[in-house]
């Protein structure tokens, strides 16, 4: 990269802290963040199983919806008409995944929505965030106040260990569960916290201000069950936890329903719900829901140790024939030490154990469609 490439390049409150602590560094949507540590990927990836892991997620973008009338169902019912999600019933100190879609039934972007009991806290996809500030200003503006939070840093805490580090530091942190999230001090900090993650594994993802992000982040990692990871890691583990990726599994074309996400609209937004449609794509999308999709997202398993990578073409034969779908997530699970991917296949050929070819530097490799997450994820239900 040129000096005034990487000089362009936005840079995180922790960024300092990745350049000493060696950080690999590497542009990521717009930031100079680190791609790994000297442990090395592998290492990262398999003591945030066993231990703890602190990531750097301050390219996310925050927002506060904050609504006009004082009423947080209003805000609520405004944001509900730009995602398929139950928006109304998350309750205080609760957060819920959701989608913006378009008029096509696409993803704009995945996001998380918490109630904060006087306004809704989203954080959204850093490559996306400008453009997802700009969608709830034009649509949203006469019934909320949209604040961009950039005063805000994000790390996440995670790993079977991560409840215990926190702990030490947030005496609440024991009692939370599963995407419980609110105002909590941490280490005398008044933090944002979410019992949440991007891994498969428990975990915690703490919204700190500005000012003390490296000070937090230095007294988790004195803990020696913590150590600080890099992307490298975060998408193998994220990989290995069946989640997607925005711009790759998800993107404009793909609706909820092909990309296996039904579980996140909720029956009151679906067809004889009590708030069904309302949001853009609503009519593709709910069709999809009530006749079917014609292609979804699966797991794939292949059968040899080389990696079936993003891109790959998929086919039924082991020779001849035209693609049928398309590698979109792949690489090693170094927790499975096998290669795992995801992509979208025709629904005849989605079964699990179904078996496909992909297409490797010009060899199709025998892959079969399997379950996901491919490791138990972890959550403290």
Known sequence: MLAHDQDSLKRTPLHSLHV?????????AGYDMPVQYPAGVLKEHLHTRAAAGLFDVSHMGQIALRPKSGKLEDAARALERLVPQDIVAIAQGRQRYAQFTNSDGGILDDLMVANFGDHLFLVVNAACKEQDEAHLRANLSDDCIIEQLADRALIALQGPKAEAVLA??????PAM??????????AGIKCFVSRSGYTGEDGFEIS?????????ARMLLDNP?????GLGARDSLRLEAGLCLYGHDIDTATTPVEAALEWSVQKSRRTGGARAGGFPGAGKILAHFDNGASRRRVGLRAEG???????????????????????????????LSAPVAMGYVPVSLAALGTKLFAEVRGQRLAVQV????????????
């Open 20 to 28: 000493s602590l060696g950080g690999k560094m590497v542009p990521f």
């Open 168 to 173: 030490k530091f947030c005496a609440e942190a």
């Open 225 to 229: 069950d913590v150590l600080p990871i």
């Open 370 to 381: 399997a379950a996901m997450p491919f490791v138990k994820n972890t959550y403290k239900r």
């Open 305 to 335: 140790r080389a990696p079936v990578r993003e891109g790959a073409l998929l086919f039924a034969d082991s020779a001849g024939g035209e693609p049928i779908g398309k590698v979109t997530s792949g690489g090693f699970g170094p927790s």
């Open 177 to 186: 569960t599963f995407m419980d999230a609110g105002p909590h001090e941490v």
């Open 208 to 216: 700190v201000p500005v000012g003390d992000a490296e000070r937090l």
